[in-house]
């Protein structure tokens, strides 16, 4: 959404509703994203964390892992973290 005042993008109005209760979880850290499309990697982050955490937890039993979901979690957002933050360093095949 475009700031009217300004004409940038208000990342916080764009990523309203892509989270719970219509508000922006990331919008504090926005600034720390090192993407060109923000509200996308936000998304294809929360996205994988969500199937990746679908998928253990129905394969576990068959293709255990032994860690404990506390690690499997920090390990998840040191890896999620290292992804938004990191600078990009390929064009966006979108344009």
């Known amino acids: 959404m475009t700031n009217r005042n300004s004409?940038?993008?208000?990342?916080?109005s764009s990523l309203r509703?892509?989270?719970p209760s219509g508000s922006?979880?990331?919008?504090?850290?926005i600034e720390e994203i090192h993407r060109r499309d923000r509200t996308l990697v936000i998304r294809m982050a929360a996205?994988?964390?969500?199937?990746?955490c679908v998928h253990r937890a129905a394969t576990c039993r068959f293709w255990p892992d032994d860690l404990s979901w506390t690690t499997w979690a920090t390990e998840t957002t040191e890896m999620a973290l290292a992804y938004l933050t990191?600078?990009?360093k390929r064009p966006h095949p979108e344009g």
Request: net charge positive; proline share 4%; charged share 10%.
């Open 24 to 29: 922006s979880y990331a919008h504090p850290c």
């Open 17 to 19: 509703g892509s989270f």
């Open 86 to 88: 990191a600078k990009e």
């Open 7 to 12: 004409g940038h993008t208000s990342f916080g």
């Open 47 to 52: 996205r994988t964390i969500i199937g990746s």
